[in-house]
């Protein structure tokens, strides 16, 4: 079966799915929960596979070893310098912020290939250079990644790099895993069909990702993230948080400013958060310690909230459930579902069997105002 086959089943799979969990089975059993991680795993080994199987380790018939070194007199000569700029289709790039004022760039260069003596011929030449580019330093290997001769069928490069923290970074990264660290500037990076670990960054930061899991923490300004068949947990971010995401799973923890996301299939844990925007389709949330105001328009997904503040929710075909509130006379009530049900436990009053609920607590300092179609609201 093609990839696009592949994808095309697993959409349909998906949504004939999460309409029947919506309807027919509770939010506690994660039957779409459970579904969507699987598939998500299944799809990311799939394609991270593409490259294992046709280049792994038996398939590299030359390699070696290279160092770029600019040191301090090079950034002297060339003080308009302000972005770092590298793209690698093949291998990874590991690149940290350092107080020393000088680019260090070690890679191992190992070259896939049908033949042994193609390979070591080719391998000769072979070096990664820089290229000045107004404000910006561009580094690439001196001969094409793709353009190659008979016999020879990719160069892989593996990047070990320093550079002044200060520097803006723009890395893509294709087949291998991405890590980022220690930077004061900004930050713009991809990464396809491998692993991602990004922490501590104080510029904003904006990310791209596909088939694969990351990590990004410890970031003191804002975080622009889209994400597709990705699992991610990000935690410790100083700024806005901007997340899209599709057919995947999001472990958001300690969010100090605004959270928006815009989410399609999959799911999301978040915990200690301030404001938070949400418009979501196919997605299951959960909210716990959230001190600001939750905003949301979500159809077809479960939604679990824990230690919340205030609510305006639109919902359709997603049941809602609300544990642990502070007090329940802390709290106006405004509650109304259409072809669904509302059930409550106010201080051992039990409301059931209700379309509409409104109550005003004795010591209101948050609202809950939820309208719901095709879906059930507890309070517990």
């Known amino acids: 079966m093609s990839r696009k086959q592949f994808v095309t089943y697993l959409l349909i799979i998906l949504t004939l799915v999460m309409i029947v969990d919506i309807r027919y089975v509770r939010s506690d059993n994660h039957l779409f929960e459970g579904f969507i991680t699987e598939s998500i795993e299944e799809l990311i080994e799939m394609e991270g596979a593409v490259f294992q199987n046709n280049f792994d380790s038996d398939s590299i018939k030359a390699e070696k ?16 310098l302000s972005s770092f700029y590298l793209k690698n289709d093949f291998g990874s790039i590991d690149l940290r912020g350092t107080d020393n004022q000088e680019i260090t760039i070690d890679y191992t260069l190992k070259v896939h290939a049908e033949d042994t003596e193609a390979a070591e011929e080719f391998i000769k030449d072979l070096e990664v250079i820089y290229n000045l580019e107004g404000e910006e330093i561009q580094i690439a290997l001196n001969k094409s990644q793709t353009a190659t001769p008979d016999l020879i069928n990719v160069v892989e490069i593996d990047y070990q790099i ?51 899991e990351a990590e990004i923490s410890n970031l003191g300004s804002s975080l622009d993230l889209e994400t597709a068949y990705t699992e991610n947990t990000v935690r410790n971010i100083a700024g806005e948080f901007q997340l899209e995401s599709a057919y995947g799973f999001n472990r ?28 979501s389709r196919y997605t299951g949330f959960s909210f716990e310690d959230i001190s600001g105001k939750i905003t949301a328009d979500i159809e077809y997904g479960d939604l679990r909230l824990r230690n919340i503040s205030d609510l305006d929710l639109e919902l359709r075909y997603a049941d809602c459930t609300i544990e642990r509130l502070r007090d329940y006379e802390l709290y ?28 005003q607590g004795a010591e209101a300092e948050y609202e809950i105002l939820i309208r719901s179609e095709y879906g059930d609201i507890e309070i517990r």
Do not use: C, M, W
């Open 65 to 80: 070893d290279g160092t770029l070194n600019l040191g301090a007199e090079f950034l002297a000569e060339n003080e308009e």
């Open 162 to 212: 320093s550079v002044p923290r200060e520097l803006k970074a723009e890395l893509s990264n294709k087949y291998g895993s991405l890590n980022v660290a220690e930077l004061e500037s900004e930050l713009e990076a991809s990464n396809r069909y491998g692993s991602t670990d990004i922490d501590k960054i104080n510029g904003p930061a904006v990310v791209s990702l596909d088939y694969g």
């Open 252 to 279: 958001l923890e300690n969010i100090e400013s605004d959270l928006i996301i815009d989410s399609r299939y999959g799911g999301a844990e978040i915990s200690r958060a301030k404001d938070v925007e949400v418009n």
């Open 332 to 359: 106006n009530y405004d509650l109304r579902v259409e072809y669904g049900n509302i059930e409550a436990d106010l201080g051992g009053v039990n409301y059931d069997n209700q379309e509409e609920l409104s109550y």
